[in-house]
């Protein structure tokens, strides 16, 4: 399985980006979709989640600014950010729980690191 992340660069203060993350490989079912953001020295944090049954939940220092959606069809996951501050500055993480074809059991998955960069 992997989780091909895109959308991150750098953008001052108030402006938007896109993230979007893709799973692909011997999938089974998708329990949900999702980012984490870390920042060094920091644990990484909860960003968004959205589920195969498109019910989301939100980090709260995103919340009313970050949207998250899906395309269920595609396996893939879009995250809409609106509103960017600086301390939204951060490695963004694609993260999933995945059952593979032949499991029962779903299992975590990470992508690779897209850096989002808000400058004020």
């Known amino acids: 399985v992997q989780l091909q992340a895109s959308g991150g660069g750098s953008v001052q203060a108030g402006g938007s980006l896109r993230l979007s993350c893709k799973a692909s490989?011997?999938?089974?079912?998708?329990?949900?979709l999702g980012w984490y953001r870390q920042t060094p020295g920091k644990q990484r944090e909860l960003v968004a989640t959205i589920d195969k049954f498109g019910s989301t939940n939100y980090g709260d220092p995103v919340k009313g600014r970050f949207t998250i959606s899906h395309n269920s069809a595609k396996d893939t996951a879009f995250l809409q950010m609106n509103n960017l501050r600086p301390d939204d500055t951060a490695v963004y993480y694609c993260?999933?729980?995945?059952?593979?074809?032949?499991?029962?059991?779903?299992?975590?998955?990470w992508g690779q690191g897209t850096q989002v960069t808000v400058s004020s």
């Open positions: 993260n999933s729980r995945i059952v593979l074809r032949g499991n029962v059991d779903s299992s975590p998955y």
């Open positions: 490989g011997n999938i089974f079912r998708i329990s949900y």
